[in-house]
């Protein structure tokens, strides 16, 4: 189309549209929903943006004349059609897809805002079928503004778009992926621990207080060992709001590598002799922990290891433990 023809189409496009659009109607929405897989908030936003974009596609009537018969037996009409010549189907329809894993394969997660029909954790429990409501956590939304929040996996992320989709409902939850490191600290092995196989007989607990059962999931405070920014008295002030005091230390049965060029990974070692030099600091509560592990996201996880502090010998503690690729 030269630019004569991209000139007229949207003249003749400017003619044509409405001094006010309307809303859609909702035989239309749900025809874009079965069409595109978009949800009924997504399919109404898309027709409201397809009217009103002067750069979308538009299709003459000769051309529509010819794929009418076998477009309208497929569902399309015009306008549905035009759209439909916007979009590359592949990415597109990907979009659509509810991943279940992160990039490493673990478990999504995700912050969703208590917002609208979705405004408190018992209404998102019905919405997502769950037999507990989710704990509500008090934030700050991308303004500023005071927000509450609760957590959900993938799953209950699709059914909560199901349930908005199926009241026929405009409204169009916040979702932030919570890209947390990982914590799963067994209750009845060493697992996961640095550098070693809790599976081997020696390592397996011998009675239900052995320590290599420790620390346990929900123990505070808590030693962690960092080896990385986290070390960095400003970083660690400016995450948790408080002066920082630690201790020099060392982790065994680890080694240091890199990712993406530039960040340090600690991993499992082959070496049991071999030692990560860096600084021991007690996490005193959940919520500190969580932010710590919000920082270093789920590239990283929370594993058990040993720690050997100045001053107070080897103390059993954790530290965070890459889980992706390093660099060769």
Known sequence: MDILDELESMAQFAVQQPAELNEPECNTVKKWQSLFGYSYSEAAQKIQE????????????????????????????????????????????????????????????????????????????????????????????????PASFCKVDA???????????????????????????????????????????????????????????????????VWYFFYGTLGDPAVLKGLLGTDPSYRPATVRRGVLKTWAGKYKALVDAIDDKARVQGQ???VRSREQEEDLRRYETDQYEVVRCEIDSEGQGVVRGLTFRFVGDCDQ
């Open 50 to 145: 397809h009217r009103s974009s002067f750069g979308r596609v538009t299709v003459s009537d000769e051309h529509w004349k010819m794929v009418r018969t076998e477009k309208e037996s497929h569902g399309y009409d015009k306008e549905a059609y035009e759209h439909s010549c916007t979009i590359i189907r592949g990415p597109e329809a990907a979009t659509h897809d509810i991943s279940t894993k992160s990039p490493n394969n673990k478990p999504c997660s995700y912050l969703l805002k208590l917002d609208g029909p979705l405004d408190d954790a018992e209404k998102v429990k019905l919405a997502a079928g769950l037999d507990v409501a989710p704990r509500e956590h008090e934030a700050t939304d991308d303004a500023g503004e």
């Open 155 to 221: 799953q209950a992320k699709d059914k909560i778009l199901r349930y908005l989709s199926q009241m026929e409902s405009r409204f169009r939850p916040t979702f932030i992926r919570d890209s947390m490191a990982a914590k799963n600290l067994s209750a009845t092995s060493a697992y996961p621990i640095l550098g070693m196989d809790p599976t081997m007989p020696h390592q397996r607990p011998d009675f239900a207080n052995d320590p290599r059962l420790l620390p346990a999931q929900n123990q505070y405070p």
């Open 280 to 282: 021991a600091f007690l």
